[in-house]
């Protein structure tokens, strides 16, 4: 018996050893200083995964049940968090747990509206916040913007900066990044379009945003309305009319909706849009720039997240039936 006592106490002594090790002893990292990014939707679970995978720690499971034993998992604030020279398990989960990153950050989600955009600003904890009262028109000229709405004109994409920063230089930032993206976008256009301007290839840009988020039909959605456009036809996209619903939409759009005339109502008027209706990202404003070489003119959704695209109404009627209303093969 007295054998299996000592066996036993080698057994958890053996384990301590090899746990203090794991959580206590430093690892060199793979540069130094070395950063850690925590996405705002990325799970420590996640980013334990990275960090043994880079050999910055020794153990992913052993990181994820600490983490959990001190609440860190709920607890970890997004941001950049910054070390110098080697590292411990223990000294990354006091850092996560202390919720100080070296630099915070806001995800700007493409398709958001800028109102969902100005809405995540004011609720960080992170900036200072001295855009508070101000509206968009007087918060556009405090970042230099020349346009006189402000819809569509701030580049979705994640942001850091260093926590107490203002709020206007986040917002700045943004609008000279959709800038710079829409110059490359408009200056590397394909011939012919009927757009005359970057801010209309914005437009055009924000409606493919919203009327789809898989790739492969971003470009063949921004030929349907390019063709259209060109033929005089009106859009008849329904992300617009929702926008030009603002707080009335409830989440769904009826024909007298269709039918209520809005400046942003594309079954009552041709045409784009008189802004964009959405923040699109750089997928979208590369299709915009660059449609399919398609004649199709209409498209329906297929239920399996992508559409059916077709070039005559006849065409389109039979995969309305099929896709929407449920009938024939």
Known sequence: MRWLIRLMLVAVLTALVWFSWVV?????????????????????????????????????????LLARLQGTDRRIKAGLYRFQGPISLWEILQRFAAGNPDEASITVVEGWTFHQFRVAVD????????????DDATLLAHIGASEPQAEGLFFPS?????????????????????????LEAWQARANGLPITSPYQLLTLASLVEKETARAADRTLI???????????????????????????????????????????????????????IALPGAASLLAAAH????????????????????????????????FILKKGN
Do not use: C
């Not at 005339?261 to 041709?270: E, F």
């Open 24 to 64: 206590f002893v430093p690892v060199e990292p793979p540069t130094s200083p070395y950063a850690i990014t925590v996405g705002p939707s990325r799970t420590l679970s996640q980013v334990a995964h990275s960090l043994k995978q880079e050999g910055v720690i020794r153990s992913r499971d052993v990181m994820v």
């Open 123 to 134: 609720q960080s904890p992170d900036v200072q916040h001295d855009s508070t009262g101000l």
């Open 158 to 182: 994640t942001y850091y900066f260093t926590p107490g920063s203002s709020d206007i230089d986040l917002y700045r930032r943004a609008y000279a990044t959709m800038q710079h993206k829409l």
């Open 222 to 276: 921004a030929a349907v309305f390019v063709n259209r456009l060109n033929k005089n036809m009106r859009l008849q996209t329904d992300p617009s009319v929702i926008y030009g619903m603002g707080d009335a939409y409830r989440g769904n759009i009826s024909k007298a909706d269709l039918r209520r005339d809005t400046p942003y109502n594309t079954y009552t008027r041709n045409g784009l849009t008189p802004t964009p």
């Open 291 to 322: 449609p399919a070489a398609s004649d199709v003119l209409y498209f329906v959704a297929r239920g399996d997240g992508g559409s059916y695209f077709s070039q005559t109404l006849d065409e389109h009627n039979d995969a309305v039936r099929k």
